[in-house]
């Protein structure tokens, strides 16, 4: 009976033994980039007071997704590639589409909730500590709640978890051309991929345009500064935009296609690709929102001891440390007030006071 299951699951000739080896490798590439990038992060996260701020935890919701999605899908679709069919039986394939779906829209919901979280730390005025901590900690939960939702409705009935591509894998049942599979397949693909890239967009677009309204208004003298820090936001905005968009939209579109196409429209090896780039995320998600935080970094390189330089500070506590990142902290903490806001001068900002303690330095940065 588990031979018939697995035979039904999976479809060998697909794909040839080289093709089948050179996703293993892809994989394993994938799955040890993943979750030392993740684990790492997790790590720093953890040894670092100073870092625990409401827009890192974000963070390290996604990481947690991310190192999930690497520990409990990315070694059965490797041991399957090296075999060259699956090896767990459908309910196996169902547990591993459900897993991955399920960690998958947490970290893409994390994503776009990110963006608001800065869109609202940059161009609004910022609530307490306790209040901005409360409000991450909410959408901490709204995210894993948001994808159960939307992950739970295919082991109930509403299309399926079962193979995909030359069998290798298991997702949703793309290929299924039923009215309740269509419906599935469009939902998901609005409100778990559209909807939040759109967030992503139009928050990331407010803050482009903040930024360079506030560059417009600092002095001649530090022209030269605002505008690299703008550069720096473009190239931020541009590597998370174009990050979601290389991952996740060419596996949306094979995914519509295999709904709504004619039958064959996408072969099983050619969607195999998507699926690459989609899991590909776990890697990449550490690179551009968490290594491009220039206080992480230097924490990461305190903690390694890559830095001979002294041990990193606390920093301004005066400015929420995502409009830091976005808007130098000594102008105005709301840039869509008024005109006459933005020439108020300068706010006064706490310095920290020196640290004499030795290792306790390593708390901060």
């Excluded at 309740?180 to 967030?199: D, E, G, N, T």
């Excluded at 002095?219 to 703008?230: D, F, G, K, W």
């Excluded at 220039?294 to 002294?310: E, G, N, P």
């Excluded at 105005?332 to 920290?352: M, R, Y």
Aim: hydrophobic share 45%; with cysteine.
């Amino acid at each position: 009976m588990l031979q018939s299951n697995q035979s039904a699951l999976c479809d060998p000739s697909a794909l040839s033994r080289g093709g089948h080896t050179t996703v293993a490798v892809a994989l394993g590439v994938i799955f040890v980039l993943g979750f030392v990038g993740n684990f790492v992060s997790l790590l720093v996260f953890s040894r670092y007071p100073v870092l625990r701020t409401p827009v890192n935890l974000l963070l390290v919701n996604i990481s947690v997704s991310d190192l999930l999605v690497c520990v409990c899908g990315t070694p059965m679709s490797f041991a399957a590639s090296v075999r060259g069919r699956w090896l767990t039986g459908s309910h196996g394939c169902r547990w591993y589409g459900f897993t991955n779906a399920l960690f998958g829209i947490v970290s893409l919901v994390s994503l776009s909730l990110l963006s608001w979280e800065r869109y609202s730390a940059v161009l609004h005025t910022v609530p307490s500590d306790a209040s901005q901590f409360g409000r991450a900690r909410v959408a901490v939960v709204v995210s894993w709640i948001y994808s159960l939702a939307w992950t739970l409705p295919p082991l109930l009935g509403w299309s399926s978890y079962g193979p995909e591509g030359p069998g290798t894998t298991c997702s949703v049942q793309w290929h299924r051309q039923s009215v309740a599979a269509r419906s599935y397949v469009s939902c998901l693909f609005l409100f778990c991929l559209l909807l939040p890239l759109l967030l992503m967009v139009y928050c990331y677009g407010r803050i482009i345009l903040a930024v360079r309204t506030v560059t417009k208004q600092v002095p001649r003298l530090n022209q030269l500064s605002a505008e690299r820090r703008e550069g720096r936001v473009l190239l931020m905005v541009a590597s998370m935009v174009t990050g979601y968009l290389v991952c996740w939209m060419p596996y949306g579109v094979v995914a519509l296609l295999s709904s709504f196409g004619r039958p064959g429209t996408v072969p099983p090896v050619a969607s195999l690709v998507p699926s690459l780039l989609a899991k590909s995320s776990t890697a990449l998600n550490p690179v551009i929102y968490v290594l491009l935080n220039k206080q992480f970094s230097r924490c990461f390189r305190h903690m390694f001891s890559w830095s001979s330089d002294a041990a990193p500070n606390a920093v301004d506590q005066s400015v929420p440390s995502s409009r830091a990142a976005w808007i130098p902290p000594h102008l105005p903490s709301a840039v869509t007030s008024s005109p006459q806001s933005l020439k108020q001068g300068p706010e006064p900002t706490q310095t920290p006071p020196p640290n004499h303690h030795g290792d306790a330095s390593r708390e901060h940065c």
